[in-house]
């Protein structure tokens, strides 16, 4: 089964009920991701270089069966600027096949996902076939339709920003509660939710991640993101510049386009791999399971090289690869 | 003076407590300098990087007790990065290799490993307090070392802390030999608690007076551990869940009867409700009250602990209590100096008005508490005409913060901002030494902050104001001011660099996503050798070559603080120190 890539626009996409305005929650700026993104999501005027939306939009089509055989004939995307490539292939999630129908379920109050199929203006890229039948693929839902008493309810950075993410458009840091009470009264009151259907826990949920080379480790919030995708972009935004180093790609090179051939290099010589410590203290490929259990298991995260866990079977990884831990 | 022989001014400076005190006499003469270093035993540093631990201890040989202060407290809320500094490992050590009898350390959010505390526990013969509060960075295993080691312990306060659980056996770490335990404090371990070590500690522990549980203690437990420490003052109550058969009620309340010196309650997490009337009988004595983790704690349970505590002084809830709930307390609390009411519905995804306060809570606080001087109020609306009530009937507030939820709201009545209100509190508040403002502002409030805030100590500014004088105002106008921190409010280079001495006067400055420009920090940080001036920027991929930076790029987070000893060297790369 192969995806089909249409051009490109946003104005094409027929899935667009009246009397709602689409909105972009797309590209990896837009993904609150704890510390930096949304800084830079109030720049509704500023064409900052890397607020490239249209470079890294993906769309899929909705997979015409769930099969966890699909082939995509593209990985990683070719975007414009290095920070915005994907370095994370996920596992082929029941995420995708999952969110067509449980959409509304974990998406803050009721915003719905659509998928559109748009490929935006790149050469299609030949993806890669992970060892032991993983398969790059790099999903975003486009996330439209949010009802527009959401956006008015949203606390928005100065200038009134609507690109925040739709399932969770908070400003960082507010309001200003420490993230220790936030994370307490998410897991106290996450007990007693879940009956309701579709709200999700309140408050925050910091996990540290790390990267192999990395000197330091970083924190996100898992609560602000709906998918593995979303985290993926925040989590590759925050540590592209190791990778950069890594692939000897400079700064300068800046906004160019990546060449198909140096792309592919990068999938096979430094693949990145996202991985997970689980309540129980395993370390598992993350991608595996559906994104709510996700949240709850996840502990922390780390960001292993592809080569450390080459022929491993996706959902085990052993205890060994920690030892490298930052 | 000077005719008294050193001992007997060294007696009368130990009556001089507070550091600022003890700041102003060691600068009288050369003489009281000398006396006061070596009789100093309490030294309070707010910011880790101003000073360096040679120079404490060289000129404090005699110290005993050391706060120190890290992370800037935009930190709390997660706008600075995770390793942007403030560990505390070289403070330790070089305290360790001086002679130096360390007893006590106060941290707030700093970066503690297990082998700082691992070091700590060992350096230090008469180590007998650690209190860390807001910090990260280390484990269970690090407490195990502290319990082992430090055979005089009498306080272990862990207040909000990020810490790893290990799920280990520290509590069993507590040497048999131990009895000085006064203070135990590990509300905010995630994991299991070994219980019987706990009974144990607490049974071999009477002088034990403040002892608060994480959430895995059960409610049988606590009546146990309760029994055997009768002489409690302050209790953190854990979990407190599960619906108690009525044998394990009867001891629970049997147990609580007896803390006759309780005066502090915390904690809740998970409460049943029903189990609350236990402690009825002891909510007479109860002077602090905090029951802002206790999501389940609504209604009348809530209520009805309310309108036992006639004493309370200080009150920490959640908003689900309403305006009914608040005015509740204006009726009973005659007593309270410190209100906090926190949000529970933390992504204003709540349409229901009922679960919220709003101003009409406020202002019945402010009529019926005439001693209240500290408030810390989340709220989703506010008028100007509630601010100037609350001002007229509470001129005595130290602190006041306010946090509308919506970032730019105005007066929901009048839609009008909200600068008269907030300029009222400032006029009416001649002690006000804390402020924090929110909802709809314009530069109007800072002109009134300049003007009146004269004690003013600390102000807090998010999504507020329109033009650089806004800010200007305030660095003109308030003498006193120590910290400035500001958030998404439209302040650039002009504000930055109208005064650069002025920073010098403070302790820090933070401005976050405002107007301030890479070119206007360069000049800021040029002529001033006594700031470190940082910026941070923690998507690297926007940071391009050095020789490509554009000086009119707006800086993502400054922060800027004086100091004697210049810049730091354990910054991350994303923290560019100009």
Same mark, same amino acid.
């Given at each position: 089964m192969s995806y089909r890539l249409l051009s490109v626009d946003k104005e094409e996409l027929d899935i667009s009920p009246p009397g709602l305005k689409e909105r972009n929650y797309l590209g990896l700026s837009d993904c609150s991701s704890v510390d930096s993104s949304t800084i830079h999501n109030r720049v509704q005027d500023g064409e900052k270089s890397n607020l490239n939306f249209k470079a890294t939009e993906l769309r899929l089509g909705l997979p015409e069966s769930q099969s966890p055989e699909r082939e995509t004939d593209f990985g990683l995307l070719s975007p414009r600027t290095p920070d915005e490539k994907l370095l994370f292939p996920l596992l082929p999630s029941k995420d995708i096949a999952a969110s067509a129908t449980i959409g509304h379920?974990?998406?803050?109050?009721?915003?719905?996902?659509?998928?559109?199929?748009?490929?935006?203006?790149?050469?299609? =890229?030949?993806?890669?076939?992970?060892?032991?039948?993983?398969?790059?693929?790099?999903?975003?839902?486009?996330?439209?339709? =949010?009802?527009?008493?959401?956006?008015?309810?949203?606390?928005?950075?100065?200038?009134?920003?609507?690109?925040?993410?739709?399932?969770?458009?908070?400003?960082?840091?507010?309001?200003?509660?420490?993230?220790?009470?936030?994370?307490?009264?998410?897991?106290?009151?996450?007990?007693n939710t879940d009956e309701v259907d579709g709200k999700p826990g309140l408050g925050a949920l910091f996990v540290k991640v790390s990267m192999d080379g990395a000197p330091y480790l970083r924190k996100v919030d898992l609560r602000t993101y709906t998918c593995y995708q979303q985290l993926s972009s925040a989590l590759e935004k925050m540590f592209s510049c190791f990778t950069l180093g890594q692939c000897g790609l400079h700064g300068a090179q800046g906004r160019e386009r990546m060449s198909e051939t140096k792309l592919k290099d990068l999938l096979h010589g430094s693949e990145f791999v996202l991985t997970y410590e689980d309540k129980d203290g395993d370390w598992m490929l993350v991608g595996d399971v559906p994104w709510e259990i996700f949240t709850e298991t996840c502990q922390k995260l780390k960001i292993m090289k592809g080569s450390d866990s080459i022929g491993l079977a996706p959902g085990a990884v052993e205890k060994s690869k920690n030892k490298d831990r930052v | 003076m000077n005719y008294f022989p050193e001992e007997v001014i060294e007696?009368?400076?130990?009556?001089?407590?507070?550091?600022?005190?003890?700041?102003?006499?060691?600068?009288?003469?050369?003489?009281?300098?000398?006396?006061?270093?070596?009789?100093?035993?309490?030294?309070?540093?707010?910011?880790? +990087?101003?000073?360096?631990?040679?120079?404490?201890?060289?000129?404090?040989?005699?110290?005993?007790?050391?706060?120190?202060?890290?992370?800037?407290?935009?930190?709390?809320?997660?706008?600075?990065?995770?390793e942007w500094g403030g560990f505390v490992h070289p403070w330790i050590e070089a305290l360790s290799s001086s002679r130096v009898g360390l007893e006590e350390l106060r941290l707030k959010r700093m970066v503690v490993t297990d082998e700082s505390l691992e070091l700590l526990s060992r350096s230090f013969p008469n180590f007998k307090s650690l209190v860390l509060v807001s910090c990260e960075g280390f484990t269970t295993d690090g407490l195990a070392s502290i319990a082992s080691n430090c055979r005089h312990l009498r306080e272990l306060d862990l207040q909000e802390n990020e810490i790893d659980d290990h799920r280990g056996q520290w509590l069993n770490c507590f040497p048999d030999s131990c009895t000085t335990l006064t203070s135990l404090n590990f509300a905010c371990l995630k994991g299991e608690t070994y219980v019987a070590a706990l009974e144990r500690l607490v049974a071999r522990s009477p002088n034990l007076k403040t002892l608060k549980l994480n959430r895995a203690v059960p409610l049988d437990a606590l009546a146990r551990l309760m029994s055997c420490a009768p002489q409690l003052v302050d209790l953190g109550v854990g979990s407190y869940e599960n619906e108690p058969d009525p044998e394990s009620f009867t001891k629970l309340m049997a147990a609580i009867q007896k803390c006759s010196s309780l005066?502090?309650?915390?904690?809740?997490?998970? &409460? &049943?409700?029903?189990?609350?009337?236990?402690? +009825?009988?002891?909510?007479?004595?109860?002077?602090?009250?905090?029951?802002? +983790?206790?999501?389940?704690?609504?209604?009348?349970?809530?209520?009805?602990?309310?309108?036992?505590?006639?004493?309370?002084?200080?009150?920490?809830?959640?908003?689900?209590?309403?305006?009914?709930?608040?005015?509740?307390?204006?009726?009973?609390?005659?007593?309270?100096?410190?209100?906090?009411?926190?949000?529970?519905?933390?992504?204003?995804?709540?349409?229901?008005?009922?679960?919220?306060?709003?101003?009409?809570?406020?202002?019945?606080?402010?009529?019926?508490?005439?001693?209240?001087?500290?408030?810390?109020?989340?709220?989703?609306?506010?008028?100007? &005409?509630?601010?100037?009530?609350?001002?007229?009937?509470?001129?005595?507030?130290?602190?006041?913060?306010?946090?509308?939820?919506?970032?730019?709201?105005?007066?929901?009545?009048?839609?009008?901002?909200?600068?008269?209100?907030?300029?009222?509190?400032?006029?009416?508040?001649?002690?006000?030494?804390?402020?924090s403002v929110s909802g709809l502002l314009n530069d109007q409030v800072f002109l009134y902050i300049g003007m009146y805030a004269e004690e003013l100590e600390m102000l807090s500014i998010a999504f507020a104001g329109e033009t650089d004088k806004g800010m200007l105002y305030v660095l003109n106008g308030c003498k006193k001011l120590r910290k400035l921190e500001i958030r998404d409010s439209p302040f650039g280079n002009a504000a930055l660099l109208a005064d650069v001495h002025k920073y010098e006067t403070m302790r820090s400055l933070w401005m976050s996503s405002c107007e301030v420009t890479l070119g206007g920090c360069k000049r800021l940080a040029q002529n001033s050798p006594r700031l470190n001036v940082e910026i941070i920027n923690e998507n690297e991929s926007n940071r391009m070559e050095r020789n490509e930076e554009d000086e009119r790029d707006k800086v993502d987070k400054l922060y800027l603080y004086r100091t004697v000893v210049g810049t730091r060297k354990d910054a991350p790369p994303y923290v560019r120190i100009l």
């Amino acid at each position: 089964m192969s995806y089909r890539l249409l051009s490109v626009d946003k104005e094409e996409l027929d899935i667009s009920p009246p009397g709602l305005k689409e909105r972009n929650y797309l590209g990896l700026s837009d993904c609150s991701s704890v510390d930096s993104s949304t800084i830079h999501n109030r720049v509704q005027d500023g064409e900052k270089s890397n607020l490239n939306f249209k470079a890294t939009e993906l769309r899929l089509g909705l997979p015409e069966s769930q099969s966890p055989e699909r082939e995509t004939d593209f990985g990683l995307l070719s975007p414009r600027t290095p920070d915005e490539k994907l370095l994370f292939p996920l596992l082929p999630s029941k995420d995708i096949a999952a969110s067509a129908t449980i959409g509304h379920k974990n998406v803050v109050s009721g915003n719905k996902r659509g998928f559109a199929d748009t490929w935006d203006e790149f050469s299609s =890229v030949k993806g890669s076939v992970r060892p032991g039948g993983g398969i790059n693929m790099m999903l975003s839902p486009k996330i439209k339709d =949010v009802p527009k008493s959401i956006q008015e309810e949203r606390s928005h950075a100065k200038g009134g920003s609507n690109n925040a993410p739709a399932a969770k458009a908070q400003v960082v840091g507010w309001p200003p509660i420490r993230s220790y009470r936030k994370n307490t009264m998410a897991s106290s009151t996450s007990k007693n939710t879940d009956e309701v259907d579709g709200k999700p826990g309140l408050g925050a949920l910091f996990v540290k991640v790390s990267m192999d080379g990395a000197p330091y480790l970083r924190k996100v919030d898992l609560r602000t993101y709906t998918c593995y995708q979303q985290l993926s972009s925040a989590l590759e935004k925050m540590f592209s510049c190791f990778t950069l180093g890594q692939c000897g790609l400079h700064g300068a090179q800046g906004r160019e386009r990546m060449s198909e051939t140096k792309l592919k290099d990068l999938l096979h010589g430094s693949e990145f791999v996202l991985t997970y410590e689980d309540k129980d203290g395993d370390w598992m490929l993350v991608g595996d399971v559906p994104w709510e259990i996700f949240t709850e298991t996840c502990q922390k995260l780390k960001i292993m090289k592809g080569s450390d866990s080459i022929g491993l079977a996706p959902g085990a990884v052993e205890k060994s690869k920690n030892k490298d831990r930052v | 003076m000077n005719y008294f022989p050193e001992e007997v001014i060294e007696h009368v400076f130990d009556f001089i407590a507070s550091h600022r005190d003890r700041n102003s006499i060691s600068l009288v003469c050369k003489s009281w300098h000398k006396i006061e270093r070596f009789c100093r035993k309490r030294v309070f540093i707010g910011n880790c +990087y101003a000073i360096n631990p040679e120079r404490l201890i060289g000129r404090f040989p005699c110290l005993k007790s050391l706060t120190l202060k890290g992370k800037p407290h935009f930190a709390d809320f997660n706008l600075v990065p995770y390793e942007w500094g403030g560990f505390v490992h070289p403070w330790i050590e070089a305290l360790s290799s001086s002679r130096v009898g360390l007893e006590e350390l106060r941290l707030k959010r700093m970066v503690v490993t297990d082998e700082s505390l691992e070091l700590l526990s060992r350096s230090f013969p008469n180590f007998k307090s650690l209190v860390l509060v807001s910090c990260e960075g280390f484990t269970t295993d690090g407490l195990a070392s502290i319990a082992s080691n430090c055979r005089h312990l009498r306080e272990l306060d862990l207040q909000e802390n990020e810490i790893d659980d290990h799920r280990g056996q520290w509590l069993n770490c507590f040497p048999d030999s131990c009895t000085t335990l006064t203070s135990l404090n590990f509300a905010c371990l995630k994991g299991e608690t070994y219980v019987a070590a706990l009974e144990r500690l607490v049974a071999r522990s009477p002088n034990l007076k403040t002892l608060k549980l994480n959430r895995a203690v059960p409610l049988d437990a606590l009546a146990r551990l309760m029994s055997c420490a009768p002489q409690l003052v302050d209790l953190g109550v854990g979990s407190y869940e599960n619906e108690p058969d009525p044998e394990s009620f009867t001891k629970l309340m049997a147990a609580i009867q007896k803390c006759s010196s309780l005066r502090s309650l915390s904690g809740f997490l998970e &409460a &049943a409700p029903l189990c609350l009337p236990a402690f +009825y009988p002891i909510c007479q004595n109860l002077i602090s009250l905090n029951l802002s +983790y206790a999501a389940e704690i609504r209604g009348n349970h809530l209520i009805k602990l309310i309108q036992l505590s006639k004493r309370l002084q200080r009150l920490w809830i959640l908003d689900s209590i309403g305006d009914k709930g608040l005015v509740v307390v204006a009726d009973t609390c005659k007593e309270l100096q410190e209100l906090r009411v926190f949000p529970s519905d933390l992504h204003g995804e709540e349409d229901n008005n009922n679960a919220a306060v709003t101003e009409v809570g406020l202002v019945a606080i402010s009529e019926g508490c005439p001693k209240l001087h500290s408030i810390l109020y989340f709220c989703k609306q506010m008028t100007n &005409a509630a601010l100037i009530t609350v001002a007229k009937n509470c001129p005595n507030f130290i602190r006041f913060r306010l946090c509308i939820l919506e970032p730019h709201k105005p007066d929901h009545i009048t839609s009008q901002s909200l600068d008269e209100g907030f300029g009222a509190i400032v006029q009416a508040c001649k002690g006000l030494r804390r402020l924090s403002v929110s909802g709809l502002l314009n530069d109007q409030v800072f002109l009134y902050i300049g003007m009146y805030a004269e004690e003013l100590e600390m102000l807090s500014i998010a999504f507020a104001g329109e033009t650089d004088k806004g800010m200007l105002y305030v660095l003109n106008g308030c003498k006193k001011l120590r910290k400035l921190e500001i958030r998404d409010s439209p302040f650039g280079n002009a504000a930055l660099l109208a005064d650069v001495h002025k920073y010098e006067t403070m302790r820090s400055l933070w401005m976050s996503s405002c107007e301030v420009t890479l070119g206007g920090c360069k000049r800021l940080a040029q002529n001033s050798p006594r700031l470190n001036v940082e910026i941070i920027n923690e998507n690297e991929s926007n940071r391009m070559e050095r020789n490509e930076e554009d000086e009119r790029d707006k800086v993502d987070k400054l922060y800027l603080y004086r100091t004697v000893v210049g810049t730091r060297k354990d910054a991350p790369p994303y923290v560019r120190i100009l």
